[in-house]
């Protein structure tokens, strides 16, 4: 989901000029749809998936040679959002979690990326792998090591404990990107602000931070993205006691067998996923700089 | 509201480096005055400038800015204005909010503001440019607000690091005589940092040389091509063209040219030096009038650049390009006193 998210992100943000300022009339008759398609396609691959759901979440019988429910109905609904359900209340854990590790990362990710853009460190490189790390080890071990540590520190769980667990992704990932965002903004802007009057910290909100904007909404929005959907560290170091979406999706599938109400939930976890991307495609559409920092 | 300001004794090695940066510079500016520091890049000019302005930190020495020592002030606190080589211009503002940068960081009142910015868009030529961002101008515009950014707030001290290094050599002299038009409007202690020695004596009015982090001279920028301090400095400025070994005593320097009136502080072995310009053909009366025999002529368009000899000793002039002189005349040559300076060999 949140690779699907970057490459939908960035594109448009990248080619979108160039595009717009080619001359129309001498550019092919293909070049001219090439576009649409590739968007279409590109919908339809990471929407696919999601059909059958929206349609199960709708029906309680759907068997398999059909190619359509034989019948439609809301039981899905309203066992998912009912008074028994716990929905709402993983969502707002879902959320509380999700906000606070976004803005952790985000501003841990800004200061350790403009230290790695901005200054000689020593074994910059070796920093670089120590970043990619959560992406290279196997989850699975991070967790179980994890959880040892957390029962032993007494943060096990507790959301604060969840909420520490999940921090080291997310900030590795916003460290990576904000690293490309700061490596486009000028070191010696802020020294110029500095002899105009401004403080060390001023300059920073002043000159830098301006710039830095686009970067920032995009590494609380992949931050919160790895919160929302992270099930293993949250099953473990939440200890059944903290409930997020995810694991109440696992639940109510692996538990009730009720396929309309997992559907149903399903739905309801990748929604925020789908607006955020697109509030944070309005955001960055009008910004032309420093997202193109991404990734370098 | 301007400030003097003193470098006393200043020493600075970047870490790890094997040769200091700077050693022992002093240096005043009194109030209202422009100095412009010049030395071939590597000098250690920029770091000057940088120390001045609060960005490094010397390993010794002082700087005092209205005899105040501000080396623990952080730089917004120096009441400065600096310009680099690149105009760095806030590219996410206009330009009149980048002119009013400084400003807003004093806490000015929003009318004050407006009335000074308009006032400055006028004195860089830049009148109804205060909506355009900054990627909107050319190199010049752009250096032309930064200049105007610099002296909004009224600063007690102007820097400026090679500001028009990166312009095109017309555009470099307007900028130049701008710079000095805004100096006798605002009045800012101006420091001026160039490796341009047509730069340092147009817009100054004292010039330090600054060679190996060492002042080589401190003077009028005249004195400097006249009197050239030392062999280093006179071939910084182009003006060792005329070495001639003798030795000096009070008011003469003996020679295989004779013995030459001048006046000098030097005593015994020395060189002698005098530019090609200054060196004057004909028939004249007096001391310093030497015969010789004009060996090579080269017309160089705006004017000739002439070799002779005399007692043996080959002299490089320079003459107006009329000059009705072919190799094998004779004349004889006068080397006004005022130009002659001996430096230690």
């Known amino acids: 989901m949140t690779e699907a998210g970057l490459t939908k992100e960035s594109r448009p943000v990248q080619e979108a000029p160039p595009v717009q300022e080619a001359g129309r009339p001498r550019r092919p008759l293909g070049a001219g749809l090439a576009r649409p398609t590739v968007l279409i396609l590109t919908g339809l691959w990471v929407a696919g998936p999601l059909l059958p759901l929206a349609v199960q979440a709708f029906t309680d019988q759907w068997f398999y040679p059909d190619l359509w429910p034989a019948r439609w109905s809301l039981a899905g609904w309203e066992q998912a959002l009912g008074p028994q ?203 032309d700089t420093a997202l193109l920092g991404v990734g370098r | ?161 090679e500001p028009f290094s990166a312009l095109d050599p017309q555009l470099r002299g307007e900028m130049r005589a701008l710079l000095t038009e805004l100096h006798r409007r605002e009045g800012s202690t101006t420091l001026f940092v160039t490796h341009d020695r047509d730069e340092a004596t147009d817009v100054a009015d004292t010039v330090t040389v600054l060679l190996d982090g060492r002042v080589a001279q401190h003077a009028p920028p005249a004195d400097l091509f006249r009197r050239p301090a030392t062999l280093a400095v006179a071939r910084f400025l182009g003006g060792a063209g005329n070495a001639i070994p003798g030795t000096a005593s009070a008011g003469h320097f003996d020679c295989p040219l004779g013995r030459l009136r001048l006046d000098t502080d030097h005593r015994g072995a020395g060189l002698l030096l005098i530019r090609p310009a200054a060196i004057v053909v004909g028939d004249r009366q007096g001391d310093n009038v030497v015969p010789a025999t004009i060996t090579a002529v080269t017309d160089r368009g705006t004017h000739l650049d002439i070799q002779a000899t005399s007692a043996g000793v080959t002299l490089h002039l320079t003459t107006g390009p009329a000059t009705p002189l072919r190799p094998g005349d004779d004349t004889p040559l006068w080397l006004p006193p005022a130009h002659l300076s001996v430096v230690t060999p």
């Open chain 1, 85 to 287: 359900s716990r929905l709402a209340e993983a969502v707002t854990t879902s959320v509380g979690i999700g906000a606070a590790v976004a803005a952790l990362a985000t501003a841990l990710g800004a200061a350790a990326g403009r230290a790695l853009a901005w200054h000689r460190l020593p074994g910059r490189r070796l920093i670089e792998l120590v970043l990619l790390a959560p992406v290279l080890v196997p989850p699975f071990a991070v967790a179980m090591g994890a959880q040892i540590v957390y029962l032993r520190a007494g943060l096990a769980d507790s959301l604060t404990g969840v909420v520490l667990a999940q921090l080291p992704a997310a900030t590795a990932y916003a460290t990576l990107l904000m690293s490309g965002v700061w490596a486009g903004v000028d070191p010696a802007l802020e020294r110029q602000a500095r002899t105009l009057g401004a403080g060390t910290w001023r300059a920073f909100r002043e000159v830098s931070l301006p710039q830095l904007r686009g970067g920032l909404v995009v590494a609380a929005m992949f931050a919160f993205l790895i919160s929302w959907s992270d099930y293993l560290l949250t099953l473990l170091i939440g200890g059944g006691v903290v409930t997020t979406v995810p694991l109440l999706l696992f639940a109510t599938a692996a538990g009730s067998g009720n396929q309309a109400a997992t559907a149903a939930i399903a739905l309801v976890a990748v929604a925020p996923p789908l607006l955020l991307t697109a509030l944070a495609a309005r955001q960055l559409a009008g910004r």
């Open chain 2, 1 to 161: 509201m301007t400030t003097d300001i003193t470098v006393a004794d200043l020493d600075h090695t970047y870490p790890g480096a094997a040769t200091p940066t700077l050693r022992g510079v002093s240096l005043e500016v009194p109030v209202g005055t422009r100095t412009a520091v010049l030395g071939p890049s590597g000098s250690g000019k920029s770091t000057l400038l940088s120390i001045v302005a609060g960005l490094s930190t010397p390993t010794g020495g002082d700087v005092r800015l209205a005899g105040r020592s501000v080396l623990r002030q952080p730089p917004h606190r120096r009441d400065l204005g600096v310009v680099f080589q690149r105009p760095l211009l806030f590219p996410h503002l206009t330009v009149a909010e980048n002119i009013a940068f400084g400003l807003r960081m004093r806490g000015t009142d929003r009318a004050a503001i407006r009335r000074r910015v308009a006032e400055l868009l006028d004195a860089v030529s830049l009148p109804g440019y205060g909506e355009r961002r900054s990627g909107e101008l050319s190199g010049g515009q752009q250096q032309r607000v930064a200049l105007a950014r610099a002296l909004a707030a009224r600063p007690g001290v102007l820097l400026l690091d």
